[in-house]
């Protein structure tokens, strides 16, 4: 089989195959398909994974498939296993140079395989390429903000991560959707399985910013549909810190946080062998900072010397959202 590179000067096209996780996606879906269908530059193959959709998502499917002029592969599962371990399934059965994920609810621009082809193209040593995105209502309006805005994704972290520290802005916090992201194929032994601690693309994004380079593109490339079913919305991702802040609930969240670390720790120590002491440090690093914020007393005149100290190492901003975590903890 022919694989994407060069023959002489000639430079052959990857094969993308795009990776969908569907459940209960009927309202939606066909929009999302025929995006994929309309591409300028069409994939090789949609390989479809169906968390067992009690509506008429897969009737949709069926139908799509016989009007596309490449395959669709649908693997429907006879238990439900989740978000996470869907997209893992969907993963392990694309067969392309390039695996772009997709959500069943979004829709994609025109070009936006075009694009990745040409970020993979343009930057042979990049594992990775994400892109920005338009945040849309339930009916495609435009919201008037991007992913970008709403994750946080400052144009220092974008400069960051572009001069080679992709590592150190995703571990502060995950700017990358998954709905966004697309990776060499060879690389997915690298993170597979993912861990039931973590969200697939988090934990995707973290491994491969540990092991190769990684491409953002500031144009959105997708509607990114909000709506009251979103499992994984965008403006959902800030839950956990609300937690925090409602409930104060700070040893379940943060010691969830703690252990998904320590298993991206293992996880780099054994695909890198062993894992880079910086890459080890800045995971050791936050990890007590998340120790620290955790063990926080309930009498706010004793968080001082903890708040004091995780101030004095730089750690509220380089592992939390600096001033505004550094209040909260004062104050809540």
């Known amino acids: 089989m022919i694989q994407a590179g060069k023959i002489g000067n000639v430079m052959l096209p990857h094969r993308f195959s795009v990776a ?182 988090g934990w995707i994004a973290l491994v491969m910013a540990a092991i190769s380079n990684l491409v953002a593109i500031e144009d959105p490339l997708i509607a990114y549909r909000q709506h009251p079913a979103n499992q994984l919305g965008a403006l959902k991702r800030s839950l956990p810190r609300k937690l925090v802040d409602r409930q104060g609930n700070r040893n379940e969240v943060y010691g969830r946080y703690v252990n998904q670390l320590e298993r991206l720790r293992d996880q780099l120590n054994d695909v890198m062998s062993p894992m880079p002491i910086s890459f080890r440090s800045e995971i050791e690093e936050k990890i007590i900072h998340l120790q620290a914020r955790r063990s926080l007393s309930s009498r706010k005149i004793l968080r001082l010397p903890t708040i004091i100290r995780e101030t004095a190492t730089l750690r509220y901003f380089r592992y939390s959202n600096g001033g505004h975590s550094l209040v909260k903890d004062l104050l809540l």
């Open 20 to 201: 969908m996780c569907t459940f209960n996606g009927r309202k939606y879906l066909l929009q999302q398909l025929e995006s994929i269908a309309a591409q300028s530059r069409l994939p090789m193959e949609i390989v479809i994974c169906d968390d067992g959709s009690e509506d008429e998502t897969v009737s949709v499917i069926h139908s799509f498939m016989t009007r596309v002029p490449f395959p669709v592969k649908v693997l429907v599962n006879s238990e439900r296993i989740g978000s996470t371990k869907n997209f893992e399934k969907a993963i392990q059965h694309c067969q392309g140079d390039i695996i772009v994920l997709c959500d069943q609810d979004d829709v994609w621009h025109r070009d936006k395989l075009l694009k990745l082809d040409h970020a993979f193209s343009q930057s042979p040593e990049a594992g990775l390429v994400f892109s920005n995105a338009e945040m849309v209502d339930a009916d495609l309006k435009p919201l008037g903000y991007s992913l970008w805005a709403v994750l946080g994704f400052s144009r220092r972290q974008q400069e960051r991560l572009a001069e080679g520290n992709a590592f150190g802005v995703l571990l502060k916090h995950n700017v990358i959707a998954g709905a966004t992201l697309a990776f060499r194929a060879r690389f997915k032994k690298m993170f597979l399985p993912i861990p039931p601690e973590w969200v697939h693309d």
